[in-house]
């Protein structure tokens, strides 16, 4: 597919899905999160593809949030409001349920539907002028694509909350502090620092990272033993695939392993 609004490269074992509205700071339209939607699956699809990176154009913004212009299309329409939220979550799902490791690189503002796009990557790296937040409550409406729900998990109900309800900016070194950034980088070593991460988890099992996601995903609303019990589940599949045996194997003969997702 060739895309208007995004760019798309697979390196490496890496895709890299890079929006480029970079005129409109990075603003998610209705095109952009199609076009989102179509690379995550092609993600998803490709055996070649092993890791994903998402960020933005330019070194103002990350995403700057959903496009207003769009949002005010359906101002007093309940159900059309509830589609286009529901559309976008569905999107951002896509994302977190990739079964591969995907990594938010954060350029500058994470505002709004940029914010949650953040949150539905499993990690999330940034450079130290990040600014980050969920200002919609200034707009009169409520984060729409999941990021009541993510940032509670992620960073907790208390921090969700005042996220949420003061709309406020954060800098890179507070979300640092929340848990919301993995990561944080000088604004000339973000990338170089984010590939490197990336890379680490490469030499890694693809089954074991596919199954330790799942797990804490999956987890995220269980109890302690219900938990511990999806764990078990996922420790004894891990336990018959031939990347567990290679991995062992390599450890006592000291060597690197050479897993193939089996």
């Avoid at 070194?59 to 309940?78: N, R």
Wanted: net charge negative; aromatic share 6%.
């Amino acid at each position: 597919m060739s895309y208007g609004n995004l760019l798309y490269v697979v390196d490496g074992g890496v895709a890299t899905v890079t929006v480029n509205r970079p005129d409109k700071l990075n603003a998610l339209n209705h095109q952009t999160l199609s076009e989102l939607a179509h690379a995550f699956d092609a993600a998803k699809a490709d055996d070649a593809v092993r890791a994903v990176v998402v960020t933005g154009s330019g070194e103002k913004a990350f995403v700057a949030g959903a496009d207003i212009g769009e949002l005010l299309e359906v101002a007093g329409q309940a159900e059309k409001a509830a589609e286009l939220a529901a559309f976008g979550q569905g999107v951002f799902r896509r994302l977190e349920e990739l079964g591969k490791p995907s990594v938010a690189m954060v350029n500058g503002f994470a505002l709004g539907g940029g914010c949650e796009l953040a949150l539905a990557c499993t990690l999330r790296t940034a450079s130290t002028n990040a600014r980050l937040g969920l200002p919609e409550v200034s707009l009169g409406i409520i984060p729409g694509y999941g990021g009541s729900q993510r940032l509670a998990r992620i960073a907790g109900p208390g921090v969700a909350r005042e996220w949420i309800l003061t709309g406020d900016m954060f800098g890179a070194e507070e979300a640092h502090r929340v848990g919301v950034i993995n990561r944080l980088f000088a604004p000339d070593e973000l990338e170089e620092g984010t590939r490197k991460m990336v890379k680490s988890m490469l030499v890694k099992g693809p089954v074991a990272l596919r199954f330790g996601m799942e797990a804490v995903l999956r987890g995220w609303d269980l109890d302690q033993a219900a938990g511990e019990q999806l764990e078990t589940e996922y420790f004894g599949k891990a336990s018959i695939t031939e990347d567990m045996r290679e991995g062992m194997a390599a450890f006592l003969e000291k060597r690197k392993p050479e897993f193939h997702g089996r």
